[in-house]
């Protein structure tokens, strides 16, 4: 039972890295909506925003140093 097991896992083996390849298939990415693309530009603006804050304190911090 044990070699017989081991022949199907190697037989498996083999023919996917004969025939089988990793590329990622079109049906497989996720489909882009407007909805994802404008929170990915409003995301984009908080962490601007959330950025220029936190430079902001370090500027205060440096003023109070």
């Known amino acids: 039972m ?3 097991g081991g022949g199907v896992f190697a037989f ?3 023919f996917y890295g004969l025939f089988g390849s ?3 298939q079109p049906w497989a990415l ?3 909506t ?3 693309e404008l929170q990915a530009l409003g995301d984009g ?3 601007t925003e959330k950025e220029k804050e ?3 304190e370090e500027n ?3 003023e109070v140093v």
């Open 45 to 47: 603006n908080k962490e």
């Open 34 to 36: 407007e909805t994802d």
């Open 12 to 14: 498996g083996t083999i």
């Open 22 to 24: 990793g590329e990622v």
């Open 54 to 56: 936190k430079d902001k």
């Open 30 to 32: 996720p489909k882009k």
């Open 2 to 4: 044990f070699f017989l």
């Open 60 to 62: 205060d911090m440096k």
